[in-house]
């Protein structure tokens, strides 16, 4: 049983334990909540690019980003069939229901003083919102938080209850450097509310603003190696985005209008193209502008300099060409790409299980503190006693054992030698095993072998304290990648399988999914480039065996389908399972061994 159907049975008999409704209550709303999607905020500083970010993620221009009403209130989107219905929870208890306006945009007036706004939900019929509900939150001025009740009231928008973000995306200004309040403010912020490296990751946003560079990217990706090199026991990663071209991109932003423009300033001379994009201004007011002035403030207001040049370049392409163009160039990523938005929200979602369950974890421990009487006192220690760090629910997350063990570093509760720590921060910043230990496939159980020695030291070292546990964490995920590959054994000689009919398109889909975890992508590899039934399952062996490996094949891919959010991932999904079920059925039909 994994932890999370641990966690809703410990609620469930707790709840029926308890005679406090209150406190009924309360883990009710934390079992809820382990069935709900993922809950991402996204903060920073005022003028920082957060909504022009939560745009691009939901597909849509329904953030705003003008200073405004809705600027100053924490906004969530969520999975709801009744597309654009608005919910404005009130600070008395109210609410009070609307809809977005023309175009998917806040209304300018919620029809309550903003004063009185709690948060606003908003429904959207959107496939990614079924995996995951981002929350949009007002801009701070600065990240310096008094303590942590204040700081989930301004990320959180509550603090009356545990019902905050599982998972942060923090959206920095593009600087120069970080200096030391900053970074301390940052890693004070995190850690009154809750976030970690585990469940936090800073984007760095308008890096097209510096404005002396033609092309930004270069010094973009050194500042977000030099700010992940601070920040790497608060995040698991910092990545640069165009914000701007993201939502450009991701919202369709360009009309007919606009791309004739790009055509226009396509053909002109090129010095008059250059002597109009020095100054922005000119675009739209100059005289030798081809484009209509409210035209030109379009191209500004969507692309900016960086983004007119490049629309410029590929005004050629067709639309939807030219659109994934802009999205390629603005950083925020496609398929499973590490270092981008798109790779982060990837990140959140395979560990969407068990960034909730850490978050239950969180939040039934605050609650088995709370005051009680009578036999509820008794009720509450059993509850804690089930969460100790040493019990099935709390060890079980095995997954993030590596980012507990980051956490510990930054807590000082575990000391490592620089060799180390690169070490362990390599580990925490991807899920495939070369990537982890930095050496081809063929050497990983070699270079995991050898590192589990300094580990194995090290726990020993930190024996008997927090340092030794989290140590002990690192060394066990060591060992699993050290682990030979089960041989398989020369026994009979079987005939071979015939290979499954196999839908290209639909693992090529999935190949590109940022949700399709790394084993499951090498499974796809093997079956769409596998000569037979065998190497289709990515072994050497007879019809038995090739049938066991694809009836589990089927059922993990039948799994996934349940989880991915899109339609056509889920049918491409559905496909591949079907896939491999023929193979398991036409493995058994082979029959007994050939004897030769």
Excluded at 496 to 522: F, I, N, T
């Amino acid at each position: 049983m994994n932890p999370s159907d641990r966690l809703r049975d410990l609620c469930g008999t707790t709840i029926a334990k308890l005679a406090d409704p209150g406190l009924r209550d309360r883990v009710h709303q934390v079992r809820v909540r382990l069935d709900a999607p993922l809950k991402i905020a996204v903060a920073g500083a005022v003028s920082s690019g957060k909504s022009t970010l939560v745009n691009a993620l939901l597909g849509l221009p329904v953030a705003p980003v003008d200073a405004g009403e809705c600027t100053r209130v924490v906004t969530q989107y969520e999975y709801g069939p009744d597309d654009g219905r608005v919910e404005v929870e009130c600070e008395d208890g109210r609410t009070v229901v609307t809809r977005l306006a023309p175009g998917h945009r806040l209304p300018a007036d919620l029809g309550v003083p903003i004063d009185l706004v709690r948060r606003v939900r908003v429904h959207l019929a959107s496939e990614a919102l079924r995996a995951i509900t981002v929350v949009d939150t007002p801009g701070m001025n600065t990240t310096t938080v008094e303590n942590e009740r204040a700081a989930r009231r301004m990320l959180f928008g509550t603090d009356q209850d545990d019902d905050h973000a599982q998972a942060l995306i923090y959206v920095l200004r593009y600087v120069q450097a970080f200096d030391d309040t900053t970074l301390a403010e940052f890693r004070g912020l995190t850690e009154a509310c809750g976030m970690t490296c585990v469940n936090t990751l800073a984007v760095l946003s308008q890096i097209d603003r510096r404005g002396d560079e033609d092309d930004p990217w270069p010094t973009a990706r050194r500042l977000a190696v030099k700010a992940y090199a601070d920040l790497r026991a608060s995040v698991f990663d910092v990545v640069p985005v165009i914000g701007l071209l993201a939502e450009t991109a991701g919202t369709g932003a360009l009309g007919p209008a606009e791309l004739d423009g790009l055509a226009a300033l396509a053909a002109l001379d090129a010095a008059d193209l250059e002597f109009l994009l020095l100054d922005l201004d000119d675009l739209a007011d100059s005289p030798d502008s081809p484009l209509a002035p409210e035209v030109a403030r379009r191209l500004i207001r969507h692309l900016h300099r960086y983004g007119l040049r490049t629309a410029i370049t590929h005004s050629a392409e067709d639309p939807e060409a030219l659109r994934q163009t802009l999205l390629d160039k603005s950083g925020f990523g496609v398929g499973a790409r590490t270092g981008t938005v798109a790779g982060g929200i990837a990140h959140f979602a395979r560990r969407a299980d068990q960034l909730k369950a850490l978050a239950a974890i969180t939040q039934l421990r605050r609650v088995s503190r709370a005051p009680a009487f009578g036999s509820d006192l008794a009720v509450l220690d059993g509850l804690a006693a089930e969460l100790d760090e040493t019990k099935p629910i709390a060890a079980g997350l095995h997954g993030l054992r590596i980012f507990a063990a980051v956490e510990a570093v930054a807590r000082g509760q575990l000391v490592l030698a620089e060799d180390m720590q690169n070490e362990l921060f390599q580990l925490a910043r991807s899920d495939d095993p070369a990537e982890q230990l930095g050496v081809p496939a063929p050497e990983v159980p070699e270079a995991a072998r050898r590192a589990t020695e300094r580990w194995r030291a090290r726990a020993m070292i930190e024996r008997g304290r927090v340092g030794g546990q989290r140590a002990r964490d690192v060394l066990g995920v060591l060992e699993d990648l050290a682990a030979p590959p089960v041989l398989q054994t020369q026994a009979p000689i079987f005939l071979p399988v015939a290979p499954a009919p196999v839908d290209g398109d639909a693992v090529r889909r999935l190949l590109a999914s940022p949700l399709v975890p790394a084993e499951d992508r090498q499974a796809l590899a093997h079956l769409i480039a596998g000569a037979d039934g065998a190497a289709q399952v990515g072994i050497a062996a007879g019809p038995p065996d090739v049938a066991a490996y694809a009836a589990a094949l089927s059922a993990r891919f039948r799994s996934l389908s349940h989880f991915l959010p899109f339609t056509a991932d889920r049918r491409a999904a559905e496909s591949v399972s079907d896939s491999y079920a023929h193979l398991a059925v036409t493995a058994v039909q082979k029959g007994s061994p050939h004897v030769g």
